[in-house]
């Protein structure tokens, strides 16, 4: 189904529609956390993925009635990512999963990247510069899709040119004696000559049209004829 959401600074409602009249659901988003991901549609590929972010209690509690998790599908990724970046601003991070302290280090006791943050603060700076990398990643994702065919259709282009200029011309003129590649074939010439006919049928129709409406004289029409009789 599809509702018009609307995320406050405590809580998350959805309506019916835009006009926001008909509230279906207000949720509270204390302790909530999110996790997003992508997944592709049945015999779709690149242009069928659906991108969506779960809502639920970490704790497993319902969320809302007798539901654990929200899911709400995004119509593409760059709406599904200003969508983490409200949910990150509103206090719902992203939920990662406890591992043992054993696993937070390699075999040569360094620390590893995915170790967890205990520092909420810590986390949500780090989830905020993540998403501020992701905007930008699309940006650059979307000035190259408009960049790339317009700089391939310039190196075509001007390929071409190099290419008339430097080989098919001197080809051309190699070829024969450049006057006879200048003259008109048979069919040109006649087909010049049937339109310059026509042009010259038209202009003395023309003329002849306006002389005959100069000449022509109209005289005033005779009164009507009386129905009275005298006697």
């Known amino acids: 189904r599809e509702y018009w959401f609307v995320l406050y600074t405590d809580a998350l409602a959805w309506f019916k529609d835009e006009s926001e009249r008909d509230q279906k659901y207000y949720l509270t988003i204390d302790g909530v956390k999110m ?10 590929g690149l242009f069928h993925r659906k991108f969506k972010i779960q809502l639920f209690h970490p704790t497993a509690r319902y969320l809302f009635r007798e539901y654990r998790e929200l899911t709400m599908y995004a119509k ?15 206090g719902i991070y992203t939920h990662r999963s406890q591992v043992d302290i054993d696993d937070l280090e390699d075999e040569n006791h360094k620390p590893k990247f995915e170790r967890l943050f205990e520092d909420p603060q810590l986390e949500r700076q780090v989830e905020v ?5 992701n905007s930008y990643m699309a940006i650059v994702r979307k000035t ?12 075509m ?7 008339i200029e430097i080989e098919l011309m001197p080809s051309l003129y190699g070829a024969g004696n450049p006057a006879e590649l200048m003259e008109e074939s048979e069919d040109e010439i006649r087909r010049r000559q049937e339109l310059l006919g026509m042009y010259d049928a038209c202009k003395d129709a023309l003329k ?8 022509t004289s109209s005289a ?8 009275n009789s005298h006697h």
């Not at 960049?147 to 310039?154: L, S, T």
């Open 208 to 215: 002849t049209i306006s002389e005959v409406t100069a000449k």
């Open 76 to 90: 593409d990724e760059d709406d599904m990512e200003d969508w983490r970046a409200s949910f990150l601003r509103a």
């Open 129 to 133: 510069i993540r998403t501020y990398v």
């Open 144 to 155: 190259f899709k408009d960049i790339v065919p317009k700089h391939i259709m310039c190196l």
């Open 220 to 227: 005033p029409l005779p009164p009507p004829i009386s129905n």
């Open 35 to 44: 996790k997003d991901h992508e997944e592709e549609e049945e015999g779709g």
């Open 157 to 163: 282009v001007n390929k071409m040119k190099v290419f």
